[in-house]
């Protein structure tokens, strides 16, 4: 389609609607190989949206979303979501597993991985989220950090090319935010391809590549986090800032 | 854990003892009673099953018949109003004792049993036989010895079921049922080849339908019917035997029984009517001048019920038995009725419409219609368009099939109510739909659905009951079997209510400790997330 030979994701001219509400009005973004985007904006411009048309937890109403090059379409879908994995903001675990069981659960069931392999290979991730002391418990037993950080580690499970993460830190007390970004940060610093939205505009500054402002359904700014959080362009961005840095 | 357990069982059952115990005591006779308290009372209380042609059936709202006609002169005759409560006939006798009537009138025929028994009957107001009806043409059956090796069907505890018993068709060959049309349908649709009854009854019924059916030359056993009282009433018989009298010399009688039997009273059926006088009880005739001056006595409580321990004992292999066949119908329904509810409830919300029409269809119907209706229709319905099934087939058939529809609401009320955020987590990390369902939603629906779904088993444990009108004698069938001839039907009642405690209790106990080991979380935060559902 013509996009450059690093676009791992390239999405052309999205449009969502619920009912007759367009929710995003014409979406166009290429995210290289291990690039890692910011997305802000406020609650309700379509962030969330965005990120589960990517891998068709919605529908998109028009417009083409290609990974590696190739259109994602119901019938390719679930290979493509094997190699993006997602990160809910109100986490999402299996309440009835263990945080081992609930990593290993998509590598036994989707991949047909050995269980004893697949338990072996949770735990690692475990321990890559620093949670391998926690393996047997159940999320009802751990605080909403370590659950954000299990969840991390299910979605990763699979090794996927890209991570999505829709507000990783929004549901958490202040005092357990630190912990997940961490683990985010050591990811992107592992090369990982990444779209973060996100309110953590410290985040965005320091691990972005790239920071994209979303008002309304459209992408209204976009550049490096220097560019856009410290001399944004539009008014509407300047606006958004301000409220975000008062609060 | 076991003793609090354990411990709720034990204050939960005697809790329910004595209630028991207390009904045991309150219970009196309400109805029944001597000359004096009837006389107060002003009504003569009759109890019958108006199922009964000609004898006493329903027109409309209202009762008529041969016996309501007479039974109305004797009230007239004894300067009182009268009144009818129409019960199943399993019930009629049992009435008596537990004094809810002065008098069963329900072409009840005079035995020496029954009178053993404690029932006192009136001089015979009618001759009456056991008559055998066969399908029209069906040369195999001429007469009571060639019902020897056939399946044959009767009214569970009348006199017809025990002169085919007397002739020594086997138990497993005798299919009894509560009414007289079940067992003319059963030998319609060919599941059985004859059946047994009162000949009257046979004679009116068929004819007004049944033309597949006729009549097997004259009645084989001859029979006399009776009124029938409690034993501590033999006055009101001699009352009656008087009135009863009467009516065959001054003509009442003689219209109508050509009202109800179509024939004209002849003589000889008069002078048979006279030689088996003696057929009733031997009690002493009362003039009615003389009750009419007996003085009515004050309104008082009547006499107190009492539980018979050696009832209770007699009937306990049988109420083992009946227990047994419903715990096994339960079983059998729940194992069939379970995974099909899950079916249901998975094509319920499935995306494809037409089969979630399908299963709502189902749903409906099943719920919008009485379960006894349904296990007709299984049973005495589908011979018609030829399918054939056996009493327990239909039974367990019936029972799975509503229960199904049930279930099949819990579990999808149950998978509807798992957060929608389980499903996207599970669709993200490329697991297919069912693969989801089977992982992720369903293993937490489960959990959530233990306490209805415990509800439902103990519903379908008391609703197997209704299987009876299949001829299966599960524990409410037995019991009320026992009850017609054991004297004391509250007894008999009272012990079958604990059996079914007895099966209930255990069960609810058990799903309460499964629900405990099943649930995941050692060491709970907080009550809501215990369960393990809330996230945060």
Known sequence: MGEGVSSLLAIKDLHKYFGRNEVLKGIDLDVAEGEVVAMIGASGSGKSTLLRCVNRLETPTNGTITFRGEPITPTNVNAVRREIGMVFQRFNLFPHLKAIENVALAPRKVLGTDSVVARRDAMALLEQVKLGAKAYSFPGELSGGQQQRVAIARALSLKPKAMLFDEPTSALDPELVGEVLEVMRDLAKSGMTMIVATHEMGFAREVAHRVI??????????GPPEQVLGAPKEERTREFLARVLNH | MGTLATGTVVRTLSLALACLALLGQTVVSQAQGSLPQ??????????????????????????IGFDVDIGNEIAKDLGLKSKWIGLEWAGVLGSLESGKCDLAMAGVTIT??????????????????????RRKGDNRINGPNDLIDKIVSVQQETTGQYAVQKLGVPKDRLLRFDQVQDGLMNVRNGKSDATVGDLPTIKAILQKGYPELEMVGEPFVKESLGLVAWKDNPELIGLINRSLSQMIVDGRYATAYKKWFGDPLTTAIVAELEARKNQGSPVKEIPIETFKAIKAAPQMGGSAFTFRWDLVRE????????????LELTALSLLIGIPSGLIVALLRISPIRILKWIATFYVEIVRGTPLLMQIYVIYFVLPVVGIELSSMVSGVLALSLNAAAYIAEIFRAGIESIDSGQMEAARSLGMTYPQSMQNVILPQTLRRVLPPLT????ALLKDSSLVSVVALAELMRVGKEIAINGGSPTTVYVTVAVFYLAMTLPLTWLVRRLEEQWQPISKPRDGARRFGWVKA
Request: charged letters at 30%.
């Open chain 2, 38 to 63: 009837i006389k107060q009372r002003g009504v003569l209380i009759f109890a019958t099953d108006p199922t009964y042609p000609p004898f006493e059936y329903m027109d409309k709202d209202k009762m």
């Open chain 2, 112 to 133: 020496e049993e029954r009178k053993k028994h404690g029932y006192v009957f009136s001089r015979p107001y009618m001759l009456s036989g056991q008559e055998i009806v």
């Open chain 2, 315 to 326: 009937a306990l292999p049988q109420l083992l038995k009946g227990a047994l066949l419903t």
């Open chain 2, 455 to 458: 509800n439902e088993a103990v």
């Open chain 1, 213 to 222: 402002f979303l008002d309304s359904g459209r992408i209204l700014e976009e």
